[in-house]
C-alpha cells in the first residue's frame, strides 16, 4: 500500500483529499503546518507528497526546499490557490514533480498521483475494471456490456470507475458528489441522479441499483 503525506492546513481540503485516497486504497498522514511537513517528509516513509503552498511557519516552497536539500526525491504534487505562472515555474524548478491549483476535482489529483507513483513501480499498470460482463477500459473511457460499447464522456467514466472500485459498496450522494464533482460540490444538486441515468441509457438499467434514502449501488 502506497504511504502519502499530506500537507493542508485548510482542514476541509484535508479531508476531502483524505477521505479520496484512503477510498482508493492509499495510506495517508495530514500534517497542517511547513514545520511538521518538513519534519515528516525527510523520513522518507512516504511514497509522495501532497504539499499546500500557504502553510503556516514554513510554505511550501521552503518545505520543498528543505526536502530537496536533504536529499529527498520522494515526488511531490503541489497543491495551492496560487496559479501564476510565477509560481508555478518555481514550484516546478524548486523540485516539485507536479502542479494543480483550487478549487480542483478529485478525479484529477487521482489521475496525477497514480501517475506520480508509477514511477519505477515495476507493478503492471491496470486498465481495465470488470464487474461480471461489465468491463471499462481505462485508456480508451469506453464501457463494454454483453449487448454493446459506448464511449463515455469525462464525469461519465469518472462515475462509473468510482461504482467499480467499490463493487456491492452503498455509495451514497454527498460521496459521489465529492469523488466526481470535487469539493465545492452542491450538496442539493441533482447531477448526481441525472448522470446515474445517463450511465442507465448507455450501459442497461440493471447494474446500478438505487438504494432508497441511502444512494446508489454497483450490483
Request: net charge neutral; hydrophobic share 40%.
Amino acid at each position: 500500500m502506497s504511504r502519502i503525506l499530506i500537507a493542508e492546513d485548510e482542514q476541509r481540503i484535508a479531508s476531502f483529499v483524505d477521505k479520496g485516497l484512503r477510498a482508493n486504497g492509499y495510506s495517508t498522514t495530514i500534517v497542517t503546518d511547513g514545520d511538521a511537513a518538513l519534519a515528516t517528509a525527510i523520513t522518507g516513509d512516504f511514497d509522495l507528497v501532497v504539499l499546500d503552498l500557504g502553510l503556516p511557519r514554513r510554505d511550501g516552497f521552503d518545505v520543498l526546499r528543505g526536502m530537496r536539500r536533504a536529499n529527498v526525491l520522494t515526488p511531490v504534487i503541489i497543491l495551492t490557490a496560487r496559479d501564476s505562472v510565477h509560481d508555478t515555474v518555481a514550484g516546478l524548478e524548486g523540485g516539485a514533480d507536479d502542479y494543480m491549483t483550487k478549487p480542483f476535482r478529485f478525479e484529477e489529483l487521482l489521475a496525477r498521483v497514480r501517475l506520480r507513483l508509477r514511477t519505477g513501480d515495476r507493478t503492471p499498470e491496470l486498465t481495465v475494471l470488470k464487474h461480471g460482463d461489465l468491463t471499462l477500459d481505462l485508456r480508451t473511457r469506453r464501457v463494454t456490456t454483453a449487448q454493446s460499447t459506448e464511449d463515455l464522456t469525462a464525469r461519465e467514466f469518472s462515475l462509473l470507475e468510482l461504482f467499480l472500485r467499490h463493487p456491492g459498496q452503498v455509495l451514497a450522494r454527498e460521496q459521489i458528489l465529492s469523488h466526481v464533482w470535487g469539493y465545492d460540490f452542491d450538496p442539493g444538486s441533482n447531477v448526481v441522479d441525472v448522470y446515474v441515468r445517463t450511465l442507465r441509457r448507455k450501459i442497461g438499467p440493471d447494474y446500478i441499483e438505487t438504494v432508497r434514502g441511502m444512494g446508489y449501488r454497483l450490483s
